[in-house]
DNA sequence: CCTAGTTGTAATCCACTGATAACAAGCTTG
DNA sequence: CAAGCTTGTTATCAGTGGATTACAACTAGG
């Protein structure tokens, strides 16, 4: 196949990571297949699991990767300008890669599971906390604020928002509400 | 085996939806057994799949008794005081019994697949149009209530809402946003 | 250039899980 | 009570999917 390209285990590890992101945030954590991983990595299935020792363990990196992402996405938010309204601005950005926070909610769903509850609430509860932090917001604001995340992103898993989505009345009507008079 | 009871298959079935909603609430689509739900009605395995012909039937029933249940006790609410208030008050019922929810949420997160987000879709938007003809609520009034029952119903997946919640500083300070100064 | 470490694969295992088939036992209706 | 439908089980299958092992190929350092 191809020209073969030898990569270093660190650099061969954040493609299957990238890979791995993609596939849990389509199919979830039980309903993803180390193979499917393996193959959107250009790679064998042993070797994905010789990488991360574990399908669970390539979840958690999955899930650390992204939660990564979105705190570093709220952080330069942040950085612009110290309001909710800029870290609100900043979801779009997280939901053009639908992925990422879909691969979060397959964390809480999968919360069930000890220890991906741990990390999920772990991550979560900072991801709060870091809210709160680069805007000054009350927790009841903060709370608003999350819970608008939230809607978006199941109706970004249940495939009414964002890039291809599919165009339903009440979906477009939800979104309406969303777009600032002005821009 | 105790005493063994003969029921008619509408009846087992009942049964067995009952504690599919139990098992899927707990470990999701992917994640739950066919097994498991079989014990948990005192049943065998094959009958199970014999009385909804395929798993993936069975879960769809399942989310259509939770979302019947969802609207019912929306309905209910309203009849009381037709506001949005109110249908949040009786949030509570529902949050009572966990896996109610949890079902729903599991069904946003297997909505890749298309037989489970067609009906999800459309039980969804149906609780979006119920919430609004019901309250009269404008669409962003709908969707910032629905917005709050999606927190809701990922801090209860998170496990730190509810009964037998684990109790961290970041999710009390969120549940205490909650509580209306008076009641 | 040869030895040792690293990157990667192929082959295979084995436990699990949804589904099917064959059969047993119970009810009911003429 | 015999025939036939319904309820339910046991046995079993066939496919799958994560993990292990053994091996191959490349690379680097002395």
Redesign the pocket.
């Known amino acids: 196949?191809g020209a073969?390209?030898?990569?270093?285990?660190?650099?061969?590890?954040e493609e299957v990571l990238r890979a791995a992101v993609q596939a849990f945030g389509a199919s979830g954590y039980?309903g993803?297949?180390?193979?499917?991983?393996?193959r959107l990595a250009?790679?064998?299935?042993?070797?994905?699991?010789?990488?991360?020792?574990?399908?669970?363990?390539?979840f958690l990196a999955a899930v650390q990767t992204v939660c990564d992402t979105i705190e570093q996405t709220f952080r330069q938010a942040a950085e612009r300008e110290p309001t909710l309204a800029s870290l609100g601005h900043s979801y779009n950005e997280l939901m053009a890669e639908r992925e990422l926070l879909l691969v979060l909610l397959h964390g809480f769903s999968a919360s069930g599971e000890p220890a991906i509850g741990d990390v999920v609430r772990e991550r979560f509860g900072g991801i709060y906390r870091l809210v709160r932090e680069v805007t000054g917001a009350s927790p009841e604001e903060a709370r608003v604020f999350l819970s608008t995340g939230m809607l978006l992103t199941v109706m970004s898993a249940m495939q009414v928002l964002g890039p291809d989505a599919i165009s339903l009345p009440w979906a477009d009507e939800i979104s309406a509400t969303f777009h600032d008079p002005e821009d």
């Not at 073969?4 to 590890?13: D, K, N, P, W």
């Not at 250009?42 to 390539?58: A, D, E, H, N, W």
């Open positions: 196949m073969r390209v030898r990569l270093t285990a660190a650099e061969r590890g039980n993803t297949k180390t193979d499917e991983i393996a250009g790679v064998s299935q042993p070797y994905v699991i010789r990488l991360f020792g574990t399908k669970q363990q390539l």
